[in-house]
């Protein structure tokens, strides 16, 4: 689609540019009379100022960027077993993690990326994901089972609503959730890695 788009901003410039030499021609003919000098000025005008803005306009194709919007849910089941600095961990390292590996992750231009206890519609979110300008929502559950230290849950949705991939890790080995975050991390990264670059984790292009 940009592809296309170029092309016929392309096309309009060579047409303008030839027509503008064209009435150069004709502006040497009409020279003789103040009348025709004038409306050669005007034609020239005109078209010189339709060839600026094809210049200087930028190019828009309609469709959204091949992007993924970003956001973090914290369950209740965390809030009331976890702290806030576990949850703002793991948004924050794998935030970092897609961006480190080149994933095109969408800010919302309000909003930044969403770090939330409160419980969006998933309709809402794609609403927030189109006026982004992406294609993709990634959405991260970050949640403190009773049977576990931590579940992190990730799900990719593409702006149908369809979930497209899912990802969980669960870590409930040890005597304390101290390394429960890093532990889920690297075994979260290790399931994304292949997605890199695939439908729901575009790159950077």
Same mark, same amino acid.
């Given at each position: 689609?940009?592809?296309?788009?170029?092309?016929?901003?392309?096309?309009?410039?060579?047409?303008?540019?030839?027509?503008?030499?064209?009435?150069?021609?004709?502006?040497?003919?009409?020279?003789?009379?103040?009348?025709?000098?004038?409306?050669?000025?005007?034609?020239?005008?005109?078209?010189?100022?339709?060839?600026?803005?094809?210049?200087?306009?930028?190019?828009?194709?309609?469709?959204?960027?091949?992007?993924?919007?970003?956001?973090?849910?914290?369950?209740?089941?965390?809030?009331?077993?976890?702290?806030?600095?576990?949850?703002?961990?793991?948004?924050?390292?794998?935030?970092?993690?897609?961006?480190?590996?080149? +994933?095109? %992750?969408?800010?919302?231009?309000?909003? *930044?990326? @969403?770090?939330?206890? #409160?419980?969006? /519609?998933?309709? =809402?979110? !794609?609403?927030?994901?189109?006026?982004?300008?992406?294609?993709?929502?990634?959405?991260?559950?970050?949640?403190?089972?009773?049977?576990?230290?931590?579940? +992190?849950? %990730?799900?990719?949705?593409?702006?149908? *609503?369809? @979930?497209?991939?899912? #990802?969980?890790? /669960?870590?409930? =080995?040890? !005597?304390?959730?101290?390394?429960?975050?890093?532990?889920?991390?690297?075994?979260?990264?290790?399931?994304?890695?292949?997605?890199?670059?695939?439908?729901?984790?575009?790159?950077?292009?």
């Amino acid at each position: 689609m940009k592809a296309e788009v170029s092309f016929a901003r392309a096309f309009l410039v060579v047409a303008v540019a030839k027509q503008v030499a064209r009435n150069q021609k004709k502006a040497v003919m009409l020279s003789s009379t103040s009348s025709g000098r004038a409306i050669a000025l005007r034609v020239q005008i005109v078209l010189l100022s339709g060839l600026f803005l094809l210049l200087t306009v930028p190019c828009s194709s309609g469709a959204q960027s091949d992007g993924v919007y970003y956001v973090v849910y914290r369950t209740p089941g965390h809030v009331s077993r976890s702290s806030p600095e576990v949850f703002h961990e793991i948004a924050t390292d794998l935030l970092d993690f897609l961006k480190k590996n080149d +994933v095109k %992750v969408v800010a919302d231009p309000e909003r *930044g990326t @969403i770090q939330t206890t #409160e419980l969006f /519609s998933v309709e =809402s979110l !794609l609403n927030l994901t189109k006026d982004a300008g992406a294609t993709y929502l990634l959405y991260v559950t970050v949640d403190r089972p009773a049977a576990a230290w931590l579940k +992190v849950t %990730v799900q990719c949705y593409d702006l149908s *609503g369809k @979930i497209l991939w899912e #990802e969980h890790v /669960s870590t409930n =080995s040890g !005597l304390s959730g101290k390394g429960a975050p890093k532990k889920s991390e690297e075994n979260m990264e290790k399931k994304l890695v292949p997605r890199i670059g695939q439908p729901g984790l575009p790159k950077l292009q």
